[in-house]
């Protein structure tokens, strides 16, 4: 015998039909040369995408870094991501942390959980940074990949403020850097020293991707991790540090290994550069901070 096991009746869903001839956004790019789409409000149907993980049953990871005094961004990113983040599927915040203490005790909706690793930190803050490489590569495939499907691995001086969803999820993403995504090639504040690993000849480079927010499935989040951390220690040994820390390392990993998703500005905006007419929605923004009174503390 041969059985077929219907788990429900597939639901009739109704939406607008795609228009071939009426493209939604004429105003931005919204795919890569290699065919890789680039996320802007309009270009998805969210009901199309949620019906599609949810028969997946797929289980995100965010993760953050709260070291030294970073902590104090955590209640405000954890609250407004229970708001705003992947809201109705499962979810496990990766709080990295030297001090286990300052870490507020939130109530998560039903699905969701915060998971603390203690870790080390470092005396600057470049290192701090620059560390979170190492230390995503070694909890994925220790741990992560147990638990979740993808990682999305974020700064934590943030907070959400609309809905980022599913509409994210690729085998590996990057995020276009509010500041610069305007600029030419020359514009981009690639290391741009030949002896570094980081380094990008001027007439290279895609799009100058932020430090603060890319992911992926864990395999592809190991495989970049592993190459930034890898670059930077060969760095340090000839006693080099790109310009921009493990910013410049990862612009250097998806200049050779494509992301197959790019996420637009409104994934990572600063209010501090305004409000551009292409912005439609701010899904992410910097919560502002002295970096004197923070940073080295
Ligand atoms: N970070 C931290 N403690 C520090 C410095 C940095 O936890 O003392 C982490 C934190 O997650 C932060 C990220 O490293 O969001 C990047 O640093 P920062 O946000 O200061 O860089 P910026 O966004 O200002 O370039
Ligand atoms: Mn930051």
């Known amino acids: 015998y041969r059985y ?12 607008p039909k795609p228009e071939t001839l009426k493209p939604p956004r004429t105003d931005v790019l919204t795919i890569t040369p290699w065919l890789a789409p680039i996320v802007w409000n309009g270009t998805y149907n969210i009901d199309v995408l949620n019906a599609q993980f949810h028969k997946r049953g797929v289980r995100v990871g965010l993760t953050i870094f709260a070291i030294k005094k970073y902590t104090v961004f955590v209640q405000t990113f954890v609250e407004t991501a229970e708001k705003f983040f992947m809201v109705g599927h499962k979810v496990n915040y990766y709080v ?19 998971v603390v690793l203690i870790v080390p930190s470092y005396q600057r803050w470049q290192e701090v940074s620059m560390r979170r490489m190492e230390m995503i590569r070694d909890f994925s495939s220790q741990r992560f990949i147990n638990e979740v499907d993808y990682l999305v691995c974020v700064d934590v001086d943030m907070r959400f403020s609309d809905e980022v969803g599913v509409e994210i999820l690729s085998d590996v993403f990057g995020t276009l850097h509010p500041g610069f995504y ?45 190459f930034c951390h890898n670059a ?10 790109a310009v ?11 200049l050779y290994h494509k992301p197959t998703k ?31 009174a923070i940073r080295n503390k």
């Open 262 to 292: 790019i996420l637009s500005v409104e994934y990572l905006w600063d209010n501090g550069f305004g409000v551009p007419d292409i912005l439609k929605r701010r899904r992410f923004v910097a919560v502002p901070k002295n970096h004197n």
């Open 96 to 114: 990295f942390t030297d001090r286990p203490n300052d870490i507020p005790n939130i109530t998560l909706a039903e699905g969701r959980q915060l």
């Open 182 to 226: 305007g600029a030419g090639r020359q514009g981009f504040t690639y290391e741009r020293r030949p002896e570094s690993q980081a380094f990008i000849p001027g007439d290279e480079g895609d799009f100058y991707y932020a430090g603060g927010y890319f992911g992926g499935t864990i395999e592809e989040v190991y495989k970049l991790t592993n």
């Open 4 to 15: 077929i096991i219907f788990c429900g009746e597939e639901k009739r869903m109704l939406y």
């Open 244 to 254: 921009w820390h493990d910013e410049s390392y990862l612009n250097k990993y998806f």
């Open 232 to 241: 930077m220690m060969t760095d340090r040994e000839n006693k080099l540090e």
